[in-house]
Nanobody
Framework: QVRLEESGGGLVQAGESLKLSCAASERTLSRNSMAWFRQAPGKEREFVAGIFWSTGDTKYADSVKDRFTISRDGAKKTVYLQMNDLKPEDTAVYYC???????????????WGLGTQVTVSS
């Protein structure tokens, strides 16, 4: 059974920080790479950050590079997204999913989790 459960979102002011968590199943982790995506109202879902589970290699969208940090905890089977210096344009529902590779961050599972809402006010 594939299970993706996101948490940690909230309402913050510009410049503040949030840390998101994504609990994954063994089946999800077997795909080797995990990533965070987000979708703002009226826009397409976009890639935010990805991580290769075994080595910790990462990739970020240009819009969040130097502000966001993706990491994982093997024992807890959880992937995190530390978001610093948040901006109003970061407002979106954030989701996690397995990806094909860091070079091709295409989501692998059809059934997405409910996501977690991040709202940043100016």
């Amino acid at each position: 059974q594939v299970r993706l459960e996101e948490s940690g979102g909230g309402l913050v002011q510009a410049g503040e920080s949030l840390k998101l968590s994504c609990a994954a199943s063994e089946r999800t982790l077997s795909r080797n790479s995990m990533a965070w995506f987000r979708q703002a109202p009226g826009k397409e879902r976009e890639f935010v950050a990805g991580i290769f589970w075994s080595t910790g290699d990462t990739k970020y969208a240009d819009s969040v590079k130097d502000r966001f940090t993706i990491s994982r905890d093997g024992a807890k089977k959880t992937v995190y997204l530390q978001m610093n210096d948040l901006k109003p344009e970061d407002t979106a529902v954030y989701y996690c999913n397995a990806i094909a590779s860091l070079r091709l961050p295409i989501p692998q599972f059809r059934n997405w989790g409910l996501g977690t809402q991040v709202t940043v006010s100016s």
